[in-house]
């Protein structure tokens, strides 16, 4: 059973570049979290998917926007990048819209230059 | 709104020493309350959860917590540390059935010999 996946492990992007990170959900969920973590401080949420839509979001720009597709997985877009882009971003998956017992994959790490 | 508190960035313990890391939280409805682990360049694994029913709960890896409402505390303890268990750990708080999760700003857990 395939756990929570995502891709690339790593990315380095210059200022001002786009970028997009992937995730796949844990086999069975249909929900997907993603966070951003900077160096030394907790994860903090971006926003969540489940049924292909938004359900929440957290304090973060509209530079920062995702995607579900009907197979569950889930694409992250951050437009216009800034140096405090740079953080380890984590996917997380859960069942029916709720975070109440998230699966996380091992992330990915984005050094903005 | 929602907030955690986790008391202590660094905790340092003796190998077969207790181990206790303190959580404080906020929540404006009945929470959902999350332990997580996190190893070098991984993800976070879930050493525990509670949502509702008994208040003490058992994790995995010898870890267990105690929702106390009356001090919104959500403490974690193990009576003997491994060596192992050296790892950044991060309280988590939810709403119930709610789609955000609020992370703590995490406790790095030493083991010393």
């Known amino acids: 059973d395939a756990g929570v996946t995502q891709s690339p492990t790593h990315l380095i992007k210059t200022r001002g570049q786009q970028v997009t990170l992937r995730c796949s959900p844990k086999?069975?969920?249909?929900?997907v979290s993603w966070y951003q973590q900077a160096l030394g401080q907790g994860p903090q949420f971006i926003f969540q998917?489940?049924?292909?839509?938004?359900?929440q979001r957290g304090n973060f720009p509209d530079r920062f926007s995702g995607h579900q597709f009907p197979n569950y997985s889930s694409e992250l877009n951050v437009n216009a990048l800034l140096l405090g882009d740079s953080a380890l971003y984590l996917c997380?998956?859960?069942?029916?819209?709720?975070?109440?017992?998230?699966?996380f994959g091992p992330g990915t790490r984005l050094t903005v230059l | 709104a929602q907030s955690v508190t986790q008391l202590g960035s660094h905790v340092s313990v003796s190998e077969g020493a207790l181990v206790l890391l303190r959580c404080n939280y906020s929540?404006?409805?009945?929470?959902?309350l999350f332990w997580y682990v996190q190893y070098p360049n991984q993800g976070l694994q879930l050493l525990l959860k509670?949502?509702?029913?008994?208040?003490l709960v058992k994790g995995i890896n010898g870890f267990e917590a105690e929702f106390k409402k009356s001090e919104t505390s959500f403490h974690l303890t193990k009576p003997s540390a491994h060596m192992s268990d050296a790892a950044e750990y991060f309280c988590?708080?939810?709403?119930?059935?709610?789609?955000?999760?609020?992370f703590g700003a995490g406790t790095r857990l030493f083991v010393k010999a």
């Open positions: 997380a998956s859960s069942l029916r819209g709720t975070s109440n017992e998230q699966f």
């Open positions: 086999s069975g969920h249909d929900t």
């Open positions: 998917y489940y049924e292909e839509e938004e359900r």
């Open positions: 929540s404006s409805v009945p929470p959902y």
């Open positions: 509670y949502t509702t029913g008994a208040t």
């Open positions: 988590a708080v939810s709403g119930t059935g709610g789609f955000k999760t609020i």
